[in-house]
C-alpha cells in the first residue's frame, strides 16, 4: 500500500519491471493500464475482505439487487476517484512522463448492459457502495457485451462486442463458490404421510460460476472505504454430464452440443431494449441469474444460523424490471421443496423478501413467455407458477366475483401465456416507478386492478445518476470550480450543490463556466475531428441526443427539424443564425428496421450539410458511431442542449437528461419521465418546454381525433422534409430507402406525434437561439441547471429504495 505520490512511484515501477520485465520506456499504455489496475483491484482486495468481515459480523441486514444489465463502462478512473487517488496517481504517472488520461483509454468499457437500465443498476451500485450500504450486484458475464457499432457508408453494422479480448482485470474468479443450475428433466410427485414430494429427474445441470467485482464505495473523508460485490455469473458445461448415458460414438457429439449450449447461456447479452428478442436462450439466461444467485445468497444467509423466518428481516431481493422475476417461484420452489416449508409460510416469506421496479408502460416491452416454453424448460417452477396464479385467482374471484373479465385481465397464466409483470406483482412487497408522472400513470392507466388491489404496495422513486462518475470524473473542471467556490460538501451531499446558485449572475463564476464549456467542447471536438476528419466550430451551440434509437424517443423528430434548418438556409443564403452542431449517439436493435433506417437518415443529412458551402459553416450534424459509456463522458461535458424530446407518457423516467443537465446543458424536451420533475425545480426560465403533455397524448390514443396527414397538408415547412424522404433531392437519392420513414409518418398516423408537435419544437429551438445570443443570461440558465441537479443524485434515490423499500441501514465501520 502506497500513501504518497513517491511511494507510489516507486511501487508502480516495480511492478512494472517484476511483471512485465521491461524498463518503463519500453511499455505500452495497454502495459501500464494492465499493472495499474491489477495493483489497483489487489489494494482495494483489503478493503474488501474487510467490509466482508463487518458483514459477516454485524449480521446487517443485506441487499441483492438482480438485474439482466449492469452497463457499469470503465472503472479505472472512478476507482481511483472512490479510493481517494486519483491525485496522486495521476500527478505521479506525470512525472513519469505518462498521462492517466490516455491510460483509461486503454480500457475496455464494460458494456453490460443495452442502455438506461443497465446503466441505472451501475449507479446504484456506485451509490450504495458510497453511502456505506450493503447492497450488491447479481448479474451476467457476458462473454460478448452489447454489440460494437460502426457505420459503414451511413448504415449500422453490429460487430462482436469482444470486451474480454485483453482480459477484466477487475473480475476474480471464484470457482470455488460454484452453484448447479438444472433445466429440463421431469417432475416425480411422491406421496409420503399424506405429503407430496417433488423431485426433479433426468435434468440436464450446469454450472454457474461466479466473477466477482468490487464496487468501490467513495473515500470522501473517510479514513477507509466500503467495498459491496457485484457478483456476475459465467456458464459452465459439468464434466459429470459427459459420463451420462455414455456408451455409443454418438455420445461424444451429444456431449460436444451440450457444452456448446451450455456456453451460449452466458456468451450474448440480447441487443434488444425492450423488444425484438431472441426468445428462448433469454428465458434460459434469466433462470441461470435466478437461480445461481438465489442459491448463493441463501448459502450466505445459511452462515448465520437462521430459521427462514426471519429471511425477510435480513435480506431483501430487488429485481431491476421483470427479467429476473423468476426468483420469486425459485424461492418458492427451494422453501416448499427443500427446506420443507408449508406453501402459505412459504408465500408469506417470499412477498417480504422480494421487490420489483417497472421500467415501461410500452406494451410490447412487457414480458410474456409461452407457458409451454417454462414447463418444458424448468418443469418444477412452472408447477409453482402454476400454483401461484391458481390461489392468486382464487382470491381475485373471491374478491371481484362479478367481474371475471377483471380475473382474467390480472391473471399470471392467461391463454397460455405467463405474464411477468403479474406474477411480479403478486410475489412482491413493493412495486415502484421510476419518476413521479410514470408512477402515476401506473397506478391510474396501465396497472390500475393491480393498484386497487394492492395500494400500499405502489410508490415511486425517481432515478438518479452517480454524481461521481458523470461530474467529478467526468468533468474535472467543473468539479474543481464548484469546490473552490462553496467547499466539497456537495460530494456527499449533492442536495448542496444549489449554494452555487449565489454565484449565478456574479460575472467572474459565470466566465468560469464558460471557459469550462469551451474547454470540453474544444476537447470533444478534437476528438470528432481526429476520429471523422471534419473540423467542428467550437463556437457552435453543442445540440445534443444520445440514447438508443427508438421511435418513441423521436430521433427522427429532431433530424426532420435539421432538415428544416437546411431548407431554411438554403432559401436564405444570408440568415443570421447562431451555428448550431447536432451531435448524435445511438445503437439500434440489430432487427428494428425503422430504427436503423432513421440511422442512415441521420447520416446522409450530416453529410449533406457539411460537405454544402452554403450551410456547411452554419449548420453541422455528427454521428458519432458506437454510443457507451465512455463516449457519454465525452459529449455530456461538452453539451449546451440536451434533447428530451421524447413523445410524453411513453419515456418512463430518462437518465439522459440527467447527466446534461448536471453538466450545464439546457434541455429542449416534453413533459415527459423525470423532466417534468426538472422543470419543477427549474420553471420556464430554466428549460425549453414543448409539445403535447401525456393527458393530451393518451387522450389521442383512447378516443382518436389525430391526423398526421392534414398536419401535412396544412404546413408547408413539413410538407417540403416529409416530401423530402421520398423524392429524390438534396436527402433520398431515390423514392424508397427513406420510404419506411415516410410511411410510419403518413400512412401510419404518426403514431408517436412528431408532426403534431414539430411546431413547438421548431418554436423552442427559436427561443434557443434568442437566449444563446445574451450569454449572460444563457450562463446563468446553465448554473441553474447544474444548481438543482443534485436531487437527480442516485445517492437520494438509494436513500429513498433503502429507507422506505429495503429498510436497510448504512454498515458501521
Ligand atoms: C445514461 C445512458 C443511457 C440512458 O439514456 P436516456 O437518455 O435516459 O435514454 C443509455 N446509454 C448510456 C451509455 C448511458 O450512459
Known amino acids: 500500500m502506497f500513501t504518497n505520490k513517491e511511494e507510489f512511484k516507486q511501487i508502480f515501477q516495480n511492478n512494472v519491471v517484476s511483471k512485465l520485465g521491461k524498463p518503463l520506456n519500453e511499455v505500452s499504455s495497454e502495459d501500464v493500464y494492465t499493472i495499474l489496475s491489477r495493483m489497483m483491484r489487489e489494494f482495494a482486495g483489503r478493503e474488501w475482505a474487510s467490509t466482508n468481515q463487518e458483514l459477516r459480523q454485524d449480521a446487517e441486514k443485506q441487499v441483492y439487487y438482480l438485474s439482466l444489465e449492469f452497463l457499469i463502462g470503465r472503472l479505472l478512473g472512478n476507482n481511483l476517484l472512490n479510493m481517494g487517488m486519483l491525485e496522486m496517481v495521476k500527478s505521479g504517472l506525470d512525472d513519469l512522463g505518462i498521462s492517466l488520461e490516455e491510460i483509461e483509454e486503454q480500457e475496455a468499457d464494460a ?24 447492497g450488491h450486484g447479481c448479474g451476467i458475464r457476458y462473454r460478448y457485451g452489447l454489440f460494437e457499432q460502426k457505420i459503414v457508408d451511413g448504415n449500422q453494422v453490429e460487430l462482436p462486442d ?56 467513495y473515500r470522501g473523508n473517510q479514513p477507509d472505504y466500503h467495498v459491496n460485490t457485484l457478483r456476475l455469473w459465467s456458464a459452465e458445461p459439468v464434466p459429470e454430464m459427459a459420463n451420462r448415458n455414455l456408451g455409443g460414438a454418438g455420445n461424444y457429439y451429444s456431449y460436444l452440443n451440450y457444452n456448446r449450449s451450455v456456453e451460449s447461456i452466458s456468451e450474448f447479452l440480447y441487443p434488444d431494449d425492450s423488444h425484438y428478442e431472441g426468445r428462448l436462450l433469454r428465458l ?64 408469506n416469506i417470499v412477498c417480504r423478501t422480494v421487490s420489483y421496479t417497472n421500467h415501461t408502460i410500452l406494451s410490447e416491452a412487457l414480458e410474456k413467455w409461452p407457458a409451454q416454453m417454462i414447463r418444458d424448460l424448468i418443469p418444477r417452477v412452472y408447477m409453482v407458477i402454476d400454483e401461484i396464479n391458481k390461489r392468486f385467482c382464487k382470491v381475485l374471484m373471491e374478491k371481484y366475483p362479478d367481474d371475471p373479465e377483471r380475473v382474467a385481465h390480472m391473471a399470471i397464466i392467461f391463454d397460455d401465456q405467463v405474464k411477468m409483470a403479474h406474477l411480479a406483482i403478486a410475489g412482491s412487497y413493493s412495486i415502484n416507478g421510476v419518476a413521479a408522472l410514470h408512477t402515476d400513470i401506473l397506478k391510474e392507466r396501465e396497472m390500475r386492478n393491480f393498484y386497487e388491489l394492492y395500494p400500499e404496495r405502489f410508490n415511486n422513486k425517481t432515478n438518479g445518476i452517480t454524481h461521481r462518475r458523470w461530474l467529478m470524473h467526468a468533468n474535472p473542471e467543473l468539479n474543481d470550480l464548484i469546490t473552490e467556490s462553496i467547499g466539497s460538501r456537495w460530494k456527499t451531499h449533492p442536495k448542496e450543490l444549489v449554494s452555487i446558485l449565489k454565484y449565478s449572475e456574479d460575472a467572474a463564476f459565470q466566465s468560469k463556466i464558460a471557459a469550462i464549456k469551451k474547454h470540453n467542447k474544444q476537447r470533444l471536438a478534437q476528438y470528432i475531428e481526429q476520429k471523422y476528419g471534419t473540423p467542428v466550430n467550437t463556437d457552435s451551440i453543442f445540440d445534443v441526443q444520445i440514447k438508443r434509437l427508438h421511435a418513441y424517443k423521436r430521433q427522427l423528430l429532431n433530424i426532420l427539424h435539421v432538415m428544416y434548418l437546411y431548407n431554411q438556409i438554403k432559401s436564405m443564403p444570408s440568415l443570421n443564425m447562431v451555428p448550431r452542431t447536432f451531435i448524435f449517439g445511438a445503437k439500434a436493435a440489430p432487427g428494428y428496421y425503422l430504427a436503423k433506417n432513421t440511422i442512415k437518415l441521420i447520416n446522409r443529412v450530416a453529410s449533406v450539410v457539411n460537405n454544402d458551402p452554403d450551410v456547411k459553416d452554419k449548420l453541422n450534424v455528427f454521428f458519432l458511431e458506437n454510443y457507451s459509456v465512455s463516449l457519454a463522458e465525452k459529449i455530456i461535458p461538452a453539451a449546451d442542449i440536451s434533447e428530451q424530446i421524447s413523445t410524453a407518457s411513453k419515456e418512463a423516467s430518462g437518465t439522459g437528461n440527467m447527466k446534461l443537465m448536471m453538466n450545464g446543458a439546457l434541455t429542449i424536451g416534453t413533459m415527459d419521465g423525470a423532466n417534468v ?46 416530401d423530402q424522404l421520398i423524392t429524390p433531392g438534396p436527402f433520398a437519392s431515390n423514392t424508397y430507402e427513406f420510404a419506411s420513414l415516410y410511411q410510419s409518418l403518413i400512412d401510419g398516423n404518426d403514431e408517436y406525434f412528431m408532426l403534431k408537435d414539430f411546431d413547438s419544437y421548431a418554436e423552442s429551438h427559436v427561443q434557443i437561439e434568442a437566449a444563446y445570443r445574451n450569454q449572460q443570461v444563457w450562463l446563468k440558465k446553465s448554473i441553474h441547471n447544474i444548481a438543482h441537479s443534485g436531487k437527480f443524485s442516485s445517492d437520494r434515490t438509494i436513500q429513498q429504495y433503502a429507507s422506505e423499500i429495503w429498510k436497510i441501514h448504512p454498515v458501521q465501520g
Not at 111 to 134: E, Q, V
Not at 197 to 212: K, N, Q, T
Not at 693 to 713: F, I, K, L, P, W
Open 111 to 134: 458494456g453490460l448492459g443495452n442502455g438506461g437500465l443497465g446503466r441505472l443498476a451501475a449507479c446504484f451500485l456506485d451509490s450504495l457502495a458510497s453511502l456505506g450500504y450493503a
Open 162 to 217: 469482444d470486451w474480454l479480448q485483453k482480459g477484466f482485470e477487475w473480475e476474480v474468479r471464484r470457482a470455488d463458490r460454484k452453484i448447479e443450475v438444472r433445466f429440463g428433466g421431469y417432475v416425480e410427485t411422491r406421496e409420503a404421510d399424506g405429503e407430496l414430494y417433488f423431485s426433479l429427474r433426468d435434468y440436464e445441470a450446469v454450472w454457474a460460476i461466479p466473477y466477482d467485482v468490487p464496487v468501490i464505495g
Open 677 to 722: 420533475e426538472m422543470y419543477e425545480m427549474l420553471g420556464d426560465d430554466n428549460m425549453f418546454i414543448f409539445g403535447l403533455n401525456a393527458d393530451e397524448v393518451m387522450d389521442y390514443y383512447q378516443h382518436g381525433g389525430y391526423s398526421a396527414r392534414d398536419v401535412y397538408n396544412s404546413d408547408p415547412r413539413i410538407k417540403e422534409v416529409v
Open 284 to 347: 434460459k439466461q434469466q433462470y441461470f441469474l435466478c437461480s445461481a444467485g438465489l442459491q448463493s445468497i441463501l448459502r450466505t444467509y445459511d452462515k448465520l444460523n437462521l430459521s427462514y423466518d426471519q429471511l425477510p428481516d435480513k435480506i431483501a431481493i430487488h429485481i431491476n424490471d421483470t427479467h429476473p422475476t423468476l426468483v420469486i417461484p425459485e424461492l418458492m420452489r427451494i422453501l416448499v421443496d427443500e427446506k420443507g416449508y408449508g406453501w402459505d409460510k412459504a408465500w
